[in-house]
């Protein structure tokens, strides 16, 4: 029962995510009517605005350059046609916490900095994760945009090797250092510049053979404990941005190649994700809350052995933006939720295959300088 309710949850929220923007959006073609008749505007025909919703046919506003004309002093940033800062959570990975409201503008170029912080582990046995994310992006021309994502790891590990208890004192490691370099191209479709298409690879600079012991047979770490894959992943991600009077919505999906294979027998499995995010306007914050979908197209591998990762996996995002025309600041939370197809443990006892994944959070600056 618990399993149909969280269906029924999920297919609620994707409903919502698909069919609401139409709605919102007939909402708000009725308020820019009655703002158009008291400036004295008249349409074609309320009819023939609330059916073409601006959509090309003569007499009829664009409700783009309706938010433009109606509210100046409270736009900051190109968030109409770029939708946001950055194009993801960096990493190289395809979707995570994402900024969607107010992006800081004026620079010769964009800095992102992003602090991820994620607790993975056994019970008894907790990782600590921090992510120190530093995006760089330049505008070229009105269509293209470019960047570089240079992340610092560090990772703390409570006793990774289990001998507390057994008579020997516990011992904890650390890893830390530079990640896989993500590079970045954008380019900007539309006639708006409202859809965005983004193609990210990840360049294997990071450490992936961290090992125990210096001498003899290296006791290579779990490939969640390293700071680096070994190998080239991409991600192809797809933006669409509707703006709305009272803020606006972002949908869109992604396809990730994780690496495959690497020297160690590690495996990590290709993924697609749809999403949608809704941002609301008031004065400089933006809250935001999202929901996006991944699917794995199998287990993740530890130098060979098949681990329990998500086949498929739900996120709900939560976040809060603060921004001036100089500076934006986020905070932001995802909660996911999996289904791993695994039934049993390893010693045959009944199991769920579905549970709660590792929370995260994240704080985020950006800047634009010179």
């Not at 709605?23 to 505007?41: A, C, I, P």
């Not at 193609?199 to 294997?204: C, K, L, M, R, T």
């Not at 080239?232 to 509707?242: E, F, H, M, P, R």
């Amino acid at each position: 029962m618990k399993h149909f309710r969280l269906s029924t949850f999920v297919a609620l929220a994707l409903f919502l995510i698909a069919f609401g923007p139409a709605v919102l959006q007939r909402r708000e073609v009725s308020r820019v009517l009655h703002w158009l008749e008291g400036l004295g505007v008249v349409a074609d025909s309320s009819a023939q605005l609330a059916a073409s919703c601006g959509a090309g046919i003569p007499g009829t506003p664009d409700p783009a350059l309706v938010v433009r004309v109606e509210e100046p002093s409270g736009l900051v940033a190109s968030w109409q046609t770029v939708g946001g800062c950055g194009a993801g959570s960096g990493g190289g990975s395809s979707v995570g916490l994402k900024w969607i409201g107010r992006n800081v503008t004026g620079g010769l170029f964009n800095v992102q900095e992003q602090v991820t912080y994620t607790k993975l582990g056994e019970p008894g046995y907790p990782e600590y994760n921090l992510f120190f994310n530093t995006l760089i992006s330049a505008d070229i021309g009105q269509k293209w945009s470019v960047g570089v994502n240079l992340p610092l790891v560090y990772k703390y590990l409570v006793d990774p090797k289990k001998v507390g208890g057994t008579g020997v004192a516990a011992v904890d490691y650390s890893n830390s250092g530079l990640g896989d370099i993500s590079i970045l191209a954008t380019r900007k479709l539309g006639r708006i510049n409202s859809l965005l298409l983004t193609g990210i690879v990840g360049i294997p600079t990071g450490t992936y053979d961290a090992h125990y012991n210096a001498s003899g047979t290296p006791d290579y770490l779990n490939q969640s404990q390293q700071i680096g894959f070994g190998e080239v992943t991409g991600s192809l991600i797809l933006d669409q941005t509707l703006d709305e009077m009272w803020g606006l919505i972002v949908f869109g999906g992604a396809a990730a190649w994780r690496g495959g294979k690497n020297k160690l027998d590690d495996y990590r499995a290709p993924s697609g994700t749809v999403y949608g995010y809704a941002g609301y306007f008031l004065g400089p914050f933006v809250p935001a809350c999202g929901l996006s979908v991944t699917g794995f197209t199998g287990h993740d591998r530890d130098k060979g052995a098949p681990q329990t990762t998500p086949l498929v996996s739900m996120a709900a995002n939560l976040s809060l933006e603060w921004s001036t025309n100089w500076i934006a600041l986020l905070v932001a939370a995802s909660f996911p939720y999996g289904y791993d197809g695994v039934t049993e443990d390893d010693n045959g006892n009944p199991r769920s295959a579905w549970r709660f994944l590792p929370w995260t959070v994240s704080l985020g600056i950006a800047v634009a300088p010179f």
